[in-house]
């Protein structure tokens, strides 16, 4: 007895790859889109954790204050601590050793770096 071919055993549809029918191989565009942005997203915050944790940085950034007003210039601060949600936020929460609370903008201004300890 002769076994059965996939094309044989399989009704394909006319036009349809037989991989298509079968369900087999090809890639889900989503899923390698959601991989390769994760990476994307571990790398940066990385880089930000390798460029920031307890470094003094100077720069145009936004001080918050208490009243939730908005105070732009130039400032040097220590970072104690800092928080980033996505990728694609447009600023960097950081919080100085004094407590204060800012906002470094990411776009085409440079800050500066020095070790803090």
Same mark, same amino acid.
């Given at each position: 007895?002769?076994?059965?071919l996939?094309n044989?055993e399989?009704?394909?549809?006319?036009?349809?790859?037989?991989?298509?029918?079968?369900?087999?191989?090809?890639?889900?565009?989503?899923?390698?889109?959601?991989?390769?942005?994760?990476?994307?997203?571990?790398?940066?915050?990385?880089?930000?954790?390798?460029?920031?944790?307890?470094?003094?940085?100077?720069?145009q950034?936004?001080?918050?204050?208490?009243?939730?007003?908005?105070?732009?210039?130039?400032?040097?601060?220590?970072?104690?601590?800092?928080? /980033?949600d996505? @990728? &694609? !936020?447009?600023? #960097?929460m +950081?919080?100085?050793?004094?407590?204060?609370?800012? /906002?470094l903008? @990411? &776009? !085409?201004?440079? #800050?500066? +770096?020095?070790?803090?300890?």
């Amino acid at each position: 007895m002769r076994a059965k071919l996939v094309n044989e055993e399989q009704n394909f549809e006319r036009g349809i790859h037989p991989k298509q029918a079968l369900g087999v191989g090809g890639i889900c565009l989503g899923e390698e889109r959601w991989k390769m942005k994760k990476k994307l997203d571990d790398d940066w915050k990385f880089f930000l954790l390798t460029i920031l944790d307890g470094k003094t940085i100077s720069g145009q950034m936004n001080k918050r204050s208490a009243n939730g007003g908005n105070n732009w210039g130039n400032y040097t601060v220590t970072v104690s601590d800092w928080h /980033i949600d996505d @990728i &694609d !936020d447009m600023g #960097i929460m +950081i919080i100085g050793e004094d407590k204060e609370h800012y /906002i470094l903008p @990411i &776009d !085409d201004k440079k #800050i500066f +770096i020095e070790n803090a300890r």
